[in-house]
């Protein structure tokens, strides 16, 4: 994990047992989301595999940050991968139903990119690079309110070609939202391929660093280090926070995994159960 | 003396804010300097310099936590830059934002095509549940602002640059603009009582032009629209269409999705002509009567369309 933070990020003071218990249940909820996400590749409609399996764990960690219950607000802004969101919400307990039976179904708010039809969801995302600025307005309304809480946007490293992301960094450092925190999800891949074969994201972290943001690279599948930067307190922080998450397109299913093919997959149910099966 | 409309609209939404904590003034580096809002409520009011899409979304984020944003910047910017950002967070999400845009039609004049906006109501009316508001004069604008602040529903109010006009009526502190407002109606019953044409004003220009107009045509009837969404159109084409049969829609908008084009779908009993932009892309200088006169719309094309409505009326029902 490299930090170049104003404040190093600290993981609040628990005993071992507590916090080998916490990172044990993130985990487990990872594993049964992925399975998720494969039923929902394996629905009559297909889904955004790749990308919803490499954020998953930025989710996961995400949405624990949020269930500290101090309005901290997760916005998927790389909303294609609404698959990985369904199931981080259901195995967080945000969403009561099982998403995955329901996935892409007539009647039921699951479609291939998220709106607020879907409990724990208030944005509609899907159109990249509108999560950004969603989130920003939220950290800004509750730094009017005085409040504590985070606006946490989840983007993709292809997002980032959107003149709307860099658009909003530029408001919310000019506006020293330090309760804004924007989460990249590097997997390298977009639609049509590698996003540095299409148009590469040259200096990310120093262009981060350039807008005036602090930056954090980090692995996007460690869980803890996702948790204890999520966790910082940032109620003095000026500075809007850019967390650059390196993860693998199609992490944890090994037939898809790293492959740039496996950005939308549509699968049978026997194949669904056999990576069902190895997802640990 | 009155206000400009967007003049007006800073010292009302000022003056809202005062006891309603909630109103958040936005702004993208065309809102003047010494805005009275921030005078006032420095703490809820925020250039966030040339980003209008980032502004549009951001209230969103605002207003999902309870505040009423309020964003303004230049019609063109505002209703075409950030379309997309309106259908989301206007439209979909019927977020609590108002977007008030100045320079709409062609009132940015010598300063060209791209301070121009000729398509902003097509484009806001395509979008379900979005009140849109052409208010003509400070009293009228005013009247708006306050109605977007208090019913919490998106809103789109379109305004000019400088011009000032004084609103065909005074409204009260707690009135809400009818669908229409008679300047002058011809006729005494109800039923189509009247055979005068009736010209119906779009906007602070397009309200202008008909004002003039039935000042050299004394028997024409005049009603104002202040409200130009679909909603309020069907509201304001069943007034219109209890009292007359003939109209003449003068508005600063193209042809194509302006309020004549919808009045004529709503009254399809009726004649609608239309005076309004065409296909023209005004490319030279001049004022703002200028470059509305290179797009056909001044006194003399109203006055044109008025003889015509009044010498080719055709009822549909003879015609059947």
Redesign the interface.
């Known amino acids: 994990m490299t930090v170049l933070l104003d404040t190093p990020p600290t993981v609040v003071e628990t005993d071992g047992d507590a916090e080998d218990a916490l990172f044990a249940t993130l985990s487990e909820r990872a594993v049964q989301a992925r399975r998720l996400i494969v039923d929902m590749a394996a629905s009559t409609r297909g889904c955004h595999l790749g990308g919803s399996l490499s954020v998953l764990d930025i989710l996961i960690a995400a949405l624990h940050r949020a269930s500290a219950g101090d309005g901290t607000?997760v916005v998927l802004s790389k909303g294609h991968a609404a698959a990985g969101l369904y199931a981080a919400l259901h195995v967080s307990g945000v969403l009561p139903e099982n998403p995955a039976p329901l996935y892409g179904l007539a009647g039921h708010p699951y479609t291939g990119h998220p709106?607020?039809k879907v409990p724990g969801v208030?944005?509609?995302t899907g159109?990249l690079?509108?999560g950004?600025?969603?989130?920003?307005?939220?950290?800004?309304?509750?730094r009017?309110?005085g409040q504590d809480g985070l606006?946490i946007a989840v983007a993709g490293d292809g997002e980032l070609q959107e003149?709307?992301v860099w658009?909003?960094c530029?408001?919310a450092a000019?506006?020293q939202l330090g309760n804004f925190v924007l989460v990249v999800d590097r997997n390298g891949g977009q639609n049509d391929g590698y996003v540095e074969d299409i148009s590469p994201l040259h200096r990310l972290p120093e262009r981060f660093a350039a807008f005036g943001f602090e930056v954090a690279e980090t692995d996007g599948h460690d869980l803890r280090a996702l948790t204890a930067i999520l966790s910082a307190d940032r109620s003095a922080a000026r500075r809007p926070l850019a967390v650059i998450a390196d993860t693998v397109k199609g992490k944890g299913v090994a037939a898809v995994q790293g492959k740039a093919g496996s950005h939308y997959v549509s699968i049978d149910a026997t194949r669904a159960a056999k990576w069902k099966r190895a997802i640990r | 003396m009155s206000l400009s409309g967007r003049d007006a609209y800073r010292d009302e939404l000022t003056r809202i804010a005062a006891d309603d904590t909630s109103v958040i003034c936005l702004e993208a580096d065309l809102g003047g300097k010494g805005h009275p809002f921030e005078a006032a409520h420095p703490d809820r009011f925020f250039n966030l310099g040339i980003a209008e899409g980032a502004m549009v979304d951001m209230a969103t984020g605002l207003a999902a936590a309870g505040y009423k944003p309020f964003i303004s910047t230049f019609a063109p910017f505002a209703a075409l830059r950030a379309a997309e950002s309106l259908k989301l967070t206007l439209g979909y999400l019927a977020a609590g934002v108002t977007v008030v845009a100045p320079y709409a039609g062609v009132s940015g004049a010598w300063f060209g095509t791209t301070h121009h906006c000729l398509e902003d109501l097509a484009v806001l009316r395509s979008i379900p549940g979005v009140t849109i508001a052409a208010p003509y004069g400070e009293a009228e604008m005013r009247a708006v602002v306050r109605e977007a602040a208090r019913s919490g529903k998106p809103h789109y109010i379109r305004t000019g640059r400088n011009a000032a006009y004084d609103s065909l009526d005074p409204y009260g502190d707690a009135d809400v603009p009818p669908p229409v407002t008679w300047e002058f109606r011809s006729g005494s019953g109800s039923g189509h009582d009247s055979d005068a044409v009736c010209l119906v004003s779009v906007g602070e220009e397009g309200t202008r032009l008909a004002l003039e107009a039935r000042r050299a045509s004394p028997d024409t009837s005049h009603a104002h629209l202040v409200y130009l969404d679909h909603e309020h159109l069907a509201a304001s084409a069943a007034e219109l269409a209890r009292h007359h049969r003939r109209f003449v829609v003068v508005e600063e908008h193209r042809g194509q999705g302006g309020a004549a084009e919808a009045l004529a779908l709503l009254m399809p009993g009726c004649e609608v002509t239309s005076v309004a932009a065409g296909q023209n892309w005004p490319a030279q200088g001049g004022d703002h009567e200028e470059v509305m006169a290179a797009l056909g719309l001044d006194l003399p094309a109203v006055l044109a369309a008025v003889s015509r409505a009044r010498g080719g009326y055709r009822p549909a029902q003879a015609a059947a």
């Not at chain 1, 600025?133 to 939220?138: H, L």
Request: proline fraction near 10%; glycine fraction near 20%.
């Open positions: 607000e709106g607020p208030r944005f509609p159109s690079g509108h950004v600025p969603y989130a920003a307005g939220w950290a800004l309304a509750r009017i309110g606006g003149g709307l658009e909003t530029q408001v000019a506006q």
